[in-house]
């Protein structure tokens, strides 16, 4: 299940919330983006 982020509001979306609609429901925005998450680093010691 892939999470997207408004790019405008900020607001935390579901996949789920995006099938019938690719519009945020708070601000009516139409730009979405998946945040990256963060990569742990390890040294090679």
Do not use: Q, W
């Amino acid at each position: 299940m892939a999470g997207y982020k408004c790019f405008h509001c900020g607001n935390k979306l579901k996949s789920e919330d995006l099938k019938k609609r690719f519009v945020c429901p708070e601000c009516g925005s139409r730009i979405f983006y998946k945040p990256r998450n963060k990569m742990k680093t390890v040294s090679s010691d």
